[in-house]
């Protein structure tokens, strides 16, 4: 068990050294998938962490960044076509009901934590007039092709066979920008260490028979990845993927397992410099009872466990909600500016509609 916290600032001569060194195995690892295969793992490692830059960033001529909020694309641009490339279980869903779920996969990441009162530090924005663009069309296995900013808007969605397989639900893919500039935290500090990511795509399988609620559970699941959160049960030890973060684990018995698992810890991470938290990292293989098996432990990002949150809403559990905060962290509320907090983040997921709309309505 290692503490996360202490977090030493590199120099920028050096920090470009070792980011330089690293990008490559980070870009290695931007390739996860869902199938078989709370606390939170994180892309990268202590200083090179993978987030969305709050600043205003361009990879390659094209805005990659938190500012104007996450834009998202679909494949054919359409979604009553993207929706029949699917198949359903009993009446498919309507060409709006499937609409509205693609919605809600991008919405459930924006709402206010309702154990903190803590709001989305980004919201994402509809972005049809982008043509989506699954990249890259040859090896998804070379980290190369992911440096630099992927075609199509910042994040598109495809109804494909996933990359690592047609046994799979559904992939991501990362690219990173590979120029060594530190990023501007969501909580407003500048030139933090990190990776900028500057895209991802998202494949959704389409030999799967599927209900609307499933769908949208995982595909919520892959936003999560598309943040820079890694699978709750990727191998222990594996290079550039965090160890199990979490508050307070323990895994004497199935009963303190789940509780330790579902606890709130967001406030408890520091919103100027989330690795300085006074946070533990466990490198072992927690996919067991006691672990993520254990009857209770419900996170969003468990590859294996993510059908059991069809039906629930939030679909974020805590420990999600806490990765959240360490990827992008917002100012923790001042006693009695909850409720305030609460009404305004809840417009954010209107006001994407709205730019959207009036987008559309101008071209």
């Known amino acids: ?123 994402f924005v509809e972005d049809l007039a982008t043509t989506a663009v699954d990249q890259p069309p040859t090896n998804p296995f070379d980290p190369a092709a992911y440096l630099g900013a992927n075609a199509g808007a910042e994040i598109d969605i495809f109804a494909e066979t996933p990359h690592a397989g047609p046994s799979f639900g559904a992939s991501v893919v990362f690219f990173l920008d590979p120029v060594s500039d530190d990023l501007t935290l969501t909580s407003g500090t500048p030139n933090y260490d990190g990776v900028a990511i500057a895209g991802a795509d998202i494949r959704m399988n389409t030999a799967f028979v599927w209900t609307l609620s499933s769908w949208e559970t995982l595909l919520t699941h892959e936003i999560g990845h598309a943040l820079g959160l890694a699978d709750l049960e990727v191998s222990p030890g594996q290079a550039n993927v965090s160890g199990f973060i979490d508050d307070d684990y323990d895994p004497s018995t199935s009963a303190t397992a789940a509780a330790t698992l579902t606890n ?45 949150l069809r039906n629930t809403d939030p679909k974020l559990q805590n420990d999600d909600f806490a990765g959240r905060q360490f990827l992008y962290p917002v100012p923790v509320p001042e006693p009695g500016v909850g409720l305030m907090l609460v009404v305004g983040a809840a417009t954010l997921p209107l006001l994407a509609r709205r730019r959207a709309t009036c987008a559309e309505t101008q071209r």
């Open 264 to 308: 709130p810890f967001a406030l408890q991470i520091d919103p100027v410099d989330p690795d300085a938290s006074a946070l533990f990292s466990f490198p072992g293989n927690l996919n067991t009872d006691p672990g993520l098996d254990s009857p209770g432990a419900l996170l969003l990002m468990e590859s294996q466990g993510w059908q059991d």
């Open 1 to 123: 068990m290692q503490r996360v916290r202490g977090r030493t600032r590199r120099t920028r001569a050096g920090g470009a050294r070792g980011r330089a060194a690293s990008l490559l195995l980070v870009a290695a690892l931007l390739l996860i998938w869902a199938g078989p295969a709370a606390a939170f793992r994180l892309i990268g490692s202590p200083g090179n962490w993978a987030r969305w830059d709050a600043a205003l960033r361009f990879v390659d001529g094209e805005e990659r960044s938190l500012v104007g909020g996450l834009r998202y694309s679909i494949e054919h641009g359409d979604y009553g076509v993207l929706k029949d490339e699917f198949l359903w279980l009993g009446t498919p869903p309507t060409d709006a009901e499937f609409e509205e779920a693609v919605g809600r996969a991008f919405e459930h990441w924006e709402i206010v934590d309702p154990a903190t009162a803590l709001p989305a530090g980004f919201y």
